[in-house]
């Protein structure tokens, strides 16, 4: 199940859970869209994998359970753990590769 974590660990803008800019990778490392399209060029700088839209969770229990209300989001604030004069050097050497064959 996703964490639906709380920002972009890059510029901490808040990602709530009804955010339609959070971006995530297939370790759900999460982005906004702005960062993702401005900086990190559909690489992640944890993975070098590429991003998606973040699904969003729905507030209403439609089926017994599963909502929002029943599997909260984290809140645990999570930021960028490399160097940032590093990273376009790491994705300017991965960007042009496309996801699917890195
Ligand atoms: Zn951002
Ligand atoms: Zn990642």
Redesign the pocket.
Known sequence: MLQLRPNCEYCDKDLPPAATDAR??????TFCAHCVETVLFNV??????G?APRPIRPVTERRPGVCLGKAPASTARVHLKWDRADLAGFVDAVRRIPPAQR
Not at 24 to 29: A, H, R, T
């Open positions: 995530i990778c297939s370790y759900e490392c992640c700088p944890n993975c070098a994998g991003f």
